[in-house]
């Protein structure tokens, strides 16, 4: 599903028949920038500039590629195939044990593919849904699930771990798998529990004609709405409605425990999550940090994917040369993905410390990607794992 469209769209708005060069573009920004966050972990806390440029990219970078992905189930359900459904069930299959195979690798990088994979198949029902039911949906299900999180974490399972991937020691005992399905659906890093939101969102934007400048006005106004309530509504409530009074109150209890002064208590406490909040006091769930999962982090942050989705889609009708780049990066995410992830454990093994000064080995990362992708996609199209998972997914739509 990733790097893959089945809707035709005018060739302004196309690289190759099928593709919408605006959702690719978008989709190439969003691995990029996964790829930013996963090489420069060590400039997560650093003042100046480095710091800003990971902040920026630190967690939209993952949400813009769970709505994206909703776009995508959206243009390749648009027909009428009675296989369709089966081709998107081969696809999360494939994408689940890809993602376990690199999460065994990985060596930093929590690996979202396992996620999508459970969250496409979770999408099934909703394909023939309206697009102002699905949106209706998204924003139910943005505010229902992270207090269902929150519920389920502080008085039914208890757990003391955020964060991580299923990789394949999960299915070695029936308490690690269990554990693992408790991982994909609510406390690991990408949980479906809320992230669904996400990819229904992205299952309405599909539905609609982006190629309308009205539509694209609409959804833009829509986005940066969603932006505004989501980071302006967790300010308010934080600052102004006295929320910050009980997080600060458990920063302050923290600090002696970690070592560190209450202000770097603070700062680990709201800065960013592992995929979930804490369970100490429920104004955690008034938080808009990155993977922290709370309906203002949510709604804030999907606002910011429909923003960028809508100037993608401007310029790349308006300068299809010029992003071309992005858009290749884009057609071969699954690919990049892939890559950039195997490309961090070589290094691990045979350069150790390569991530010491983390921006050089961003921006040749980021550069050598851009450079081998645009040439792949020039001289032979389809990325070499888009080829596998389009091969196999077709042939099951087909038996259908």
């Not at 269902?148 to 399972?157: E, G, I, K």
């Not at 996400?198 to 694209?216: K, M, P, Q, T």
Request: charged fraction near 10%; proline fraction near 6%.
């Amino acid at each position: 599903m990733i790097g893959t469209t089945g809707a035709t769209s005018s060739p302004a708005t196309t690289v190759r028949p099928g593709r919408v060069a605006g959702v690719d573009m978008a989709r190439g920004l969003a691995v990029i920038g996964m790829i930013v966050v996963h090489v420069a972990a060590a400039a997560a806390m650093s003042p100046g500039p480095g710091g800003a440029v990971f902040e920026v990219f630190a967690g939209r970078s993952a949400v813009l590629f769970a709505v994206l992905a909703g776009v995508s189930l959206a243009l390749l359900s648009r027909g009428t195939s009675a296989g369709v459904r089966r081709r998107i069930a081969v696809r999360a299959a494939l994408l689940f044990v890809l993602g376990v195979g690199l999460a065994e690798i990985s060596t930093g990088p929590m690996i979202i593919l396992s996620y999508y994979a459970v969250m496409f198949v979770l999408a099934l029902p909703f394909l023939r849904v309206r697009p102002a039911v699905l949106f209706a949906w998204a924003i139910g299900w943005a505010v229902v699930g992270p207090l269902a999180s929150f519920w389920l974490r502080s008085t039914v399972v208890h757990g003391n771990t955020l964060g991580g991937a299923v990789t394949a020691s999960d299915f070695t005992s029936w308490p690690a798998a269990g554990a693992a399905g408790l991982r994909l659906l609510l406390d690991g890093a990408y949980p479906v529990l809320t992230w669904m939101p996400f990819v229904l969102a992205g299952l309405a934007v599909g539905r609609l004609d982006l190629r309308a400048a009205a539509v694209r006005a609409r959804l833009l106004v829509a986005g940066l709405a969603a932006v505004a309530l989501g980071y302006g509504g967790s300010w308010f409530a934080l600052e102004v409605l006295g929320g910050a009074r009980p997080l600060q109150a458990v920063a302050d209890a923290m600090a002696p425990r970690l070592g560190v002064p209450p202000d770097i208590a603070w700062e680990l406490m709201t800065g960013s999550g592992l995929g979930a909040t804490g369970t100490l006091t429920p104004a955690y769930l008034l938080l808009d940090a990155p993977h922290t999962g709370t309906p203002f982090e949510i709604v804030g942050s999907g606002g910011v994917a429909v923003v960028v989705l809508v100037a993608c889609l401007v310029l790349a009708r308006r300068w299809p040369r010029a992003v071309f780049p992005l858009v290749a990066a884009g057609a071969l995410a699954l690919t990049v993905y892939a890559a950039h992830v195997g490309g961090m454990a070589l290094l691990t093994v045979a350069a150790p410390g390569w991530q010491a000064d983390p921006w050089p080995s961003t921006i040749a990362f980021v550069v050598v990607t851009l450079v081998l992708a645009t040439a792949w996609r020039l001289l032979a199209g389809r990325g070499p794992l888009e080829r596998v998972v389009h091969a196999l997914s077709t042939r099951a739509g087909a038996a259908a």
